[in-house]
């Protein structure tokens, strides 16, 4: 619940909801004055960010200047989701300490540490013994296999694509039934998240496919196979 933690920016009401009854009071002739951010407003998301960017610039953060939801400082670097945020340093006193501040600061952050993290927006974290990090999806890949049809023994190619085909709009070429064997904007969608999150090396490929999506042929559909 993390929107009602900010203030409503401007004088804001609503009729009084089906079956809530205060004395005194009747829809017809009474309506409730909001006196937090709520769910379901179209300035909700914009409020509530703008709520937490102040508060983690009181404690002395700044957002980077390529990715606003990047924040920096106190040794510890925050990346932010909504009211999804995961902590790097290296040093666990730092992450402690911040923790402690956001719950102690004027906003009172109701901040829960679930400790060393497993997964974050269906992407799992690993820390390998080396000090990387792997990042992996395997959910979605399963899914894509599944609407790709292909088994896990399935043959293997060491390229998303053949450096020996270059695709173009084939307007010769024969239909792909969207109805058959896959969808394939559905498919490119998922391989877009894909590539953008956690597997660039595929990503010429997928983006040279998706440029067929709007009337993709045998041909796409095969080169989209490929890349599963």
């Known amino acids: 619940m993390a929107f009602p933690h900010a203030p409503v920016e401007v004088p804001l009401f609503m009729t009084i909801p089906k079956g809530y009854r205060l004395k005194d009071t009747s829809p017809q002739t009474h309506v409730l004055r909001l006196l937090k951010n709520i769910y379901g407003q179209k300035q909700g998301p914009r409020v509530w960010n703008r709520y937490l960017d102040q508060g983690l610039k009181e404690l002395g953060f700044l957002p980077s200047a390529i990715d606003s939801c990047l924040y920096y400082g106190n040794q510890v670097m925050m990346l932010v989701y909504i009211d999804d945020c995961l902590l790097f340093s290296p040093s666990k006193e730092s992450i402690d300490e911040v923790v402690l501040s956001l719950r102690n600061s004027h906003q009172r952050f109701n901040v829960d540490n679930q400790g060393e993290v497993k997964a974050f927006l269906g992407i799992k974290i690993r820390n390998q013994t080396d000090g990387s990090i792997m990042l992996t999806q ?3 890949i399963d899914s894509i296999l599944q609407d790709l049809q292909l088994q896990s023994n399935s043959q293997v190619r060491e390229t998303p694509a053949l450096s020996t085909v270059i695709l173009h709009k084939d307007e010769q070429g024969k239909p792909k039934d969207q109805q058959a ?3 394939y904007c559905s498919v490119i969608g998922k ?34 196979k490929l890349i599963g």
Not at 197 to 223: G, L, M, N, W
């Open 138 to 140: 395997p959910h979605l």
């Open 181 to 183: 064997n896959f969808h």
């Open 191 to 224: 391989l877009n998240f894909l590539e953008k999150s956690t597997r660039p090396d595929i990503s010429y490929a997928v983006h040279q496919c998706a440029r067929f999506s709007e009337s993709p042929k045998e041909s796409h559909a095969k080169a989209v």
